[in-house]
């Protein structure tokens, strides 16, 4: 689980929850911030309009990616160099036809895919461009879901928009009870604050989270390519290194050089 997503929520939550009881009223003042019929227009209102503009199957695939962000990745660029160079060592010392029994230890599938083309023989510009095309897809498939949470982030407070005015409306309608007008314009803008919420709290980071991880994974292909297609052209393993280092924070090639030592 990835602890800096869930504490970053639930201190949000929090927080803001602290801010609603820190008053004259206390915990007492909580009640003033639910409403039935604000959460209805805002939330369905904001989701409705998302599923209108996407397909069924996108869009329960766009809510299910939320659960995404709270999963710690996986990708170990550092790990990958250390794979690629011990791929080129056996490239170097048995050719390139060695590689075919060393990718049945390969986890991940796009590396893989390399290293079997290239043991096929398939020519180089055609390998990057057989990898560029599947990185291209990847990131597409990627900035769909990104973009998903970006809408729900753009709605989240027009929505909220429209329950305030709706508010407003109902509450100048019945200017008649000068009573009913507070809390007439509390409940109104209660919509503008689900709103907020909506678009800060939930899809805000979210598509931050999202954004940061698909970066990471391209980079991360980007890289394997850079590496295979240096095995491909039987560059020396030392120089491949040095090459795919610039791939690296300076803390990460650090441990690169250290792991190698």
Do not use: C
Not at 71 to 88: A, F, H, N, W
Not at 158 to 165: C, E, N, S, V, Y
Not at 194 to 216: D, Q
């Amino acid at each position: 689980m990835d602890l800096a997503s869930i504490i970053g929520l639930i201190a949000a939550l929090a927080l803001m929850i602290f801010g609603m009881a820190n008053g004259d009223y206390g915990v007492a003042a909580l009640p003033w911030f639910i409403d039935v019929a604000s959460i209805l227009i805002t939330f369905g209102g904001t989701f409705g309009s998302v599923l209108a503009g996407n397909t069924i199957q996108s869009f329960l695939g766009g809510i299910k990616t939320m659960s995404l962000i709270f999963k710690t990745s996986k990708l170990d660029p550092v790990g990958t160099i250390r794979q690629i160079i011990e791929l080129s060592n056996v490239a170097r010392k048995e050719g390139l036809l060695a590689l075919e029994e060393s990718s049945n230890n390969l986890e991940d599938p796009f590396m893989k895919k390399g290293i079997l083309l290239i043991v096929d023989g398939t020519d180089p510009e055609l390998v990057r461009g057989i990898l560029d095309a599947e990185l291209v897809n990847t990131d597409s498939r990627h900035q769909k879901n990104i973009e998903f949470w970006k809408q729900v982030g753009a709605m989240g407070p027009a929505w909220g928009m429209i329950g305030t005015l709706i508010g407003l409306i109902l509450m100048l309608k019945n200017l008649s009870d000068p009573d009913s007008i507070g809390p007439s314009m509390a409940t109104a803008l209660v919509t503008t604050f689900y709103g907020s919420v909506l678009a800060n709290w939930l899809s805000a980071p979210v598509a931050t989270k999202l954004t940061s991880m698909n970066e990471e994974e391209i980079q991360l292909k980007e890289l394997m390519i850079e590496g295979l297609l240096s095995i491909q052209a039987g560059e020396n393993p030392r120089v491949i290194e040095e090459k795919l280092k610039s791939f690296l924070a300076p803390g990460l090639r650090e441990e690169l050089s250290e792991g190698g030592e």
